[in-house]
């Protein structure tokens, strides 16, 4: 720890404890402005803890400690929150996808139809491969003969667009 030692702290927290105190109690307060989920703040501010001791290199200026760790801990704030909303998205298709499937009402089965019929067929094809058939989206490259960050970026595209979809027959009916 000596990086901590050596920056320029001001002369009230020269003790260690003292900074790291400082410096969890910054870090604490800027994830939980940050999170939508509250209870994830700890997880990521551990995980702050340990990108700063990975990177501690990086650091140009000692005198700059604090507001470095609360760019790292900010910054890992926004993935936990792009992390939760992609989860939740997957989850919804994989419930609609998945309850149709087993249900096999006529209704439901031609309502997805139609929805899947109004998408490109690369997309349908996608979208079937990873969630009907599923798929991961490795295979689904070597079958299609893509590259795996194409797969991903047209799977994600493509479930926004029938998301967009769903929500469109649901406010018209």
Same mark, same amino acid.
């Given at each position: 720890?000596?990086?901590?030692?050596?920056?320029?702290?001001?002369?009230?927290?020269?003790?260690?404890?003292?900074?790291?105190?400082?410096?969890?109690? $910054?870090?604490?307060?800027?994830?939980?402005? @940050?999170?939508?989920? @509250?209870?994830?703040?700890?997880?990521?501010? $551990? %995980?702050?803890?340990?990108? /700063? =001791? %990975?990177?501690?290199?990086?650091?140009?200026?000692?005198?700059?400690? /604090?507001?470095?760790?609360?760019?790292?801990?900010?910054?890992?704030?926004?993935?936990?929150?792009?992390?939760?909303?992609? %989860?939740?998205?997957?989850?919804?298709?994989?419930? %609609?996808?998945?309850?149709? @499937?087993?249900?096999? *009402?006529?209704?439901?089965?031609?309502?997805?139809?139609?929805? =899947?019929?109004?998408?490109?067929?690369?997309?349908?094809?996608?979208?079937?491969? @990873?969630?009907?058939?599923?798929?991961? *989206?490795?295979? /689904?490259?070597?079958?299609?003969?893509?590259?795996?960050?194409?797969?991903?970026?047209?799977?994600?595209?493509?479930?926004?667009?029938?998301?967009?979809?769903?929500?469109?027959?649901?406010?018209?009916?």
């Amino acid at each position: 720890m000596n990086f901590l030692r050596d920056s320029n702290i001001p002369e009230a927290l020269w003790s260690e404890d003292e900074v790291l105190g400082e410096l969890y109690t $910054q870090m604490m307060k800027v994830v939980r402005h @940050k999170l939508w989920h @509250k209870n994830d703040a700890g997880d990521v501010v $551990q %995980e702050a803890w340990v990108r /700063i =001791l %990975e990177k501690r290199s990086t650091l140009r200026h000692k005198e700059k400690l /604090i507001p470095w760790a609360k760019a790292i801990a900010s910054n890992l704030a926004s993935n936990a929150n792009r992390a939760r909303r992609h %989860e939740r998205i997957d989850d919804y298709l994989e419930h %609609e996808i998945a309850g149709t @499937k087993s249900v096999f *009402d006529p209704e439901s089965m031609m309502e997805l139809s139609d929805l =899947l019929g109004r998408l490109d067929p690369v997309t349908r094809t996608l979208l079937l491969y @990873k969630f009907y058939y599923g798929l991961k *989206d490795a295979e /689904i490259a070597t079958a299609l003969q893509l590259p795996v960050g194409t797969v991903k970026a047209r799977i994600h595209r493509g479930k926004a667009r029938l998301k967009t979809q769903v929500e469109d027959v649901d406010r018209h009916t």
